[in-house]
């Protein structure tokens, strides 16, 4: 089965950053782009990052040149740096992977930025 588990959220204060981790297994990892996400109660769930099979990435607007996405191939792990970290950050962030005509997704890490 697929599964996602990530780690690496908490508290940190404006401008600081935290690193993300999701690690993925049941799956052929490497051709699959991947993805977080990230949503607060009450709002539709964002699309923050995504990285494809060949390394291409894509970012939201709002955290363009902050956040970076990357991945380690060998070891079936997608990563987000997240930088200059704002208190609008905050969220319960998702990875979240296509894979058999389905969208899986781990059950998030909450990242809390305030002062």
């Not at 799956?27 to 109660?41: C, D, G, S, V």
Request: charged residues 15%; contains cysteine; hydrophobic residues 35%.
């Amino acid at each position: 089965q697929v599964r996602l588990v990530e780690s690496g959220g908490g508290l940190v204060q404006p401008g600081g950053s935290l690193r993300l981790s999701c690690a993925a297994s049941g799956l052929n990892f490497k051709i699959y782009t991947m993805n977080w996400y990230r949503q607060t109660p009450g709002m539709e769930r964002e699309l923050v990052a995504a990285i494809t099979s060949s390394g291409a990435t894509n970012y939201s607007d709002s955290v363009k040149g902050r956040f970076t996405i990357s991945r380690n191939n060998a070891r079936n792990l997608v990563y987000l740096q997240m930088n200059s970290l704002k208190p609008e950050d905050t969220a319960v962030y998702s990875c979240n992977v296509r894979a058999y005509s389905t969208n899986f997704w781990g059950r998030g890490t909450q990242v809390t930025v305030t002062s």
